[in-house]
Every structure is written in C-alpha cells, then in structure tokens.
T-cell receptor, first 114, second 111 residues
Framework: GAGVSQSPSNKVTEKGKDVELRCDPI?????LYWYRQSLGQGLEFLIY????????KSGLPSDRFSAERTGGSVSTLTIQRTQQEDSAVYLC????????????FGDGTRLSIL | QKEVEQNSGPLSVPEGAIASLNCTYS??????FFWYRQYSGKSPELIMS????GDKEDGRFTAQLNKASQYVSLLIRDSQPSDSATYLC???????????FGSGTRLQVQP
C-alpha cells in the first residue's frame, strides 16, 4: 500500500514568511509524528497525534510552530515568521495503535530559509 | 535530559565482514528500541526493532539488547557496499510514544 506522503518535497522561502507542510499518513495508522532533522544530526521530535487525544506538543521549539490533524488523518505543520535556524528536513511518521508499533517515515520536506 | 549516544563514525569495514554498530541510552525506563537505516538525502527506513534482552535476528541483521547495561547494538553480517548508509538508533520510553534518536553512525562498506 501507499506509504507516508509529504508535500512539498522542497520549500525555499524568505525569512519572516509563514510556511505550511503537509503529511498524509498510511491509511489506518492512528498515530502521527513530526520530527525535524538538521544537517548531519539525528531526528528531533516535534509533536505527536494519537486518535482524538490531545496532541503531545512537548517537542515544539517555540510558539511559532503549530500543527493540526484534521479528521484523524492529514496533518499540517505550520511555522510562522520563519527564521534561518528553521532550515531543516521536516519528517512525518505514522504508526498503528499500540505501544511497540514501529514508525514509518515519509520522504520529508526540505525547508530552506533564505 | 534523555540521551541516545552513537559514535558518528565513519565505521569502515571491508565487503563480507561483520559491521558492529553500538548505541547507549541514558534512561532506564526505556522500553522499545529501533534501528533505522538512512541513505544520504533519503528518509529513515526501519531495519530492526527489539523489546527484550537478548538477540533478535532477521536475515543478515542481528539486534542485541542489554537493558542492565543500557546498551543496544546492531550487527550486519556479510556486509555489502549497499549497506553503506547512516544507521540511527532510536529509543522509546515507557508511557511516551515519541522516539529519541541518536545522531547516527555512518557505515562505509569498502568493495
């Protein structure tokens, strides 16, 4: 079946602009995660959605970052007033319900802030 | 601060050899452990998961977990040039769904 789909694959924008990144999880997966990966670094957790529960926002680095998940499926990550340090690859993952279910990643959105 | 530590490498092994990748973690309540492979410019791909002490084998890959020593490793037998990638160790804590990742070990398999 189809994997996790992210769009756009690349985004270049000017400092101070807002950006929206989209993630379409694997069908049937109830859990959805956003991570970001800076050049040469591991993945940094941002936010987690599970069904209709309140999201775990503990990884969001500032109040410029927000995310929502509509209808328990597609999610958008919004970064307001982008800064150069926001440049990174933003990765979305999804998993089925269950404590030990592995996460499957999309191809990511490479965000570059000029 | 929960930490997952990996040697950044590069770890260079000849084709056909065993590659041994290591990972230590700081939080004793860690529950689930994952190894992901990431090719340059690509997204992480799940290789192995392990939840209990001991070894778990899948083809050429063996994951080893020692919770007392807070240590998890990945062995790749009969290494191939196509195994050249960065290997990310990830840990999930009890009661938390998000993964904490190490910064990865870059493996180079020399033909």
């Amino acid at each position: 079946g189809a994997g996790v789909s992210q769009s756009p694959s690349n985004k270049v924008t000017e400092k101070g602009k807002d950006v929206e990144l989209r993630c379409d999880p694997i069908s049937g997966h109830t859990a959805l995660y956003w991570y970001r990966q800076s050049l040469g670094q591991g993945l940094e957790f941002l936010i987690y959605f599970q069904g209709n529960s309140a999201p775990d926002k503990s990884g969001l680095p500032s109040d410029r970052f927000s995310a929502e998940r509509t209808g328990g499926s597609v999610s958008t990550l919004t970064i307001q007033r982008t800064q150069q340090e926001d440049s990174a690859v933003y990765l979305c993952a999804s998993s089925p319900t269950g404590a030990n279910q592995p996460q499957h990643f999309g191809d990511g959105t490479r965000l570059s802030i000029l | 601060q929960k930490e997952v530590e990996q040697n950044s490498g590069p770890l260079s092994v000849p084709e056909g050899a065993i590659a041994s990748l290591n990972c230590t973690y700081s939080d004793r309540v860690s529950q689930s452990f994952f190894w992901y492979r990431q090719y340059s410019g690509k997204s992480p791909e799940l290789i192995m998961s392990i939840y209990s002490n001991g070894d778990k084998e899948d083809g050429r890959f063996t994951a080893q977990l020692n919770k007392a020593s807070q240590y998890v490793s990945l062995l790749i037998r009969d290494s191939q040039p196509s195994d050249s990638a960065t290997y990310l160790c990830a840990v999930r804590d009890t009661g938390r769904r998000a993964l904490t990742f190490g910064s990865g070990t870059r493996l180079q398999v020399q033909p």
